[in-house]
């Protein structure tokens, strides 16, 4: 299969290549596409060299699959290209997902929503695929009716800009900035631009982004978004009030039983998630999972994933793998 990953020399780009390449996708001619001032150069995949191309070569070639992850900008204009050649795109930016005519998919949650005519797929916001992963098994079994989210996001999730800064701070040398302030040794509840109602849009983001994918409005979430001076993942406090009362003891059982989820829930050997165990891996992980003692049908839980793998890269290409395996996409379509 041609595979066309565009955006393939930044933070996501790079993690897709080593993710397509770590899970054996069937790529038989990779075409990676960068910005200008990359065209010529070559990155190595699975021991082979590829030359980075421009957008307009890559779409001559008609890949099968691009995978981009390039910014909105880019992503609005050259998404339409590559469908009009006939190309199916994964577009990990936001351009999309909010979109009524394009699907916004997390495989385990609702994968079956994709069709042979869907050309340009969504792929959604870090933070909410993580989430949403732990939620659906919930939702199917106790229904759910109310999410309260805090984020703890990795500056990995902002780029290598954000990664520099941190790290510069942390060695008392003065570089670019990401961030309007100091990371290192810092918190900062502001992540994306502040909208008119005073959330910022990642925060929308998740709100929006979670009763599209779980394919309910009827779920209200409420968000609060934040950057910590951490590599490795994400990681969120979600208390979620459901419809009807739950066990405890069955809520372990579903998630451990959930695909795509580790359960990590055992404090009296100080067994929980964390962004340093999350790392470089592509399931979600669960714990602290404890009864709202406030209010009833409540449950509070610790989720955490790599934002780059799970929360990026990796369901982009697990959407893909879905793709091929559901004869969607590529000969299989055509014979």
């Known amino acids: ?190 992540i994306d631009v502040f909208t008119d109602n005073g959330y910022t849009k990642e925060e929308m983001k998740m709100i929006k982004e979670t009763q599209k994918i779980m394919g309910d409005d009827s779920i209200k979430v409420t968000a609060t978004t934040v950057r910590i001076p951490v590599m490795g993942g994400h990681s969120e406090a979600v208390n979620i009030e459901f419809v009807n009362d739950f066990d405890l003891a069955e809520v372990r059982e579903i998630l451990a039983n959930a695909p795509g989820i580790i359960l990590t829930d055992d404090v009296a050997n100080l067994k929980y998630p964390m962004p340093l165990e999350a790392h470089d891996k592509d399931e979600v992980f669960v714990g602290r999972l404890r009864r709202d003692e406030s209010q009833p049908n409540t449950l509070n839980a610790w989720i955490v994933a790599d934002n780059l793998r799970k929360g990026a890269a990796t369901n982009a290409v697990q959407i893909a793998e879905y793709l091929v395996a559901n004869h969607l996409i590529g000969q299989a379509v055509e014979a």
């Open 1 to 190: 299969m041609k595979v066309a990953v565009v955006g393939a020399t930044g933070l996501v780009g790079t993690k897709m290549l080593q993710v397509l390449a770590e899970r054996n996708f069937p790529v038989t001619e990779l075409i990676p596409v960068a910005s200008e001032k990359s065209i010529g150069k070559e990155i190595t995949f699975k021991g082979k060299q590829f030359k980075i191309v421009s957008a307009k070569d890559a779409i001559a070639k008609k890949p099968d699959l691009a995978i981009f992850s390039a910014g909105g900008t880019t992503s609005l204009e050259l998404a339409p290209e590559f469908a009009a050649a006939g190309t199916t795109v994964v577009d990990n930016s936001s351009a999309w997902r909010m979109d009524p005519t394009k699907k916004l998919v997390v495989p385990e949650v609702n994968a079956n929503v994709l069709t042979v005519e869907d050309k340009i797929i969504a792929n959604p916001n870090c933070s909410t695929i993580q989430m949403v992963v732990a939620l659906k098994p919930l939702h199917d079994r106790y229904q759910i009716k109310r999410v309260v989210v805090s984020t703890y996001q990795s500056v990995t999730g902002t780029g290598v800009k954000a990664v520099d800064q941190l790290f510069n701070e942390r060695k008392g040398i003065d570089g670019p900035k990401a961030y309007p302030y100091q990371i290192d040794l810092n918190v900062l509840p502001h």
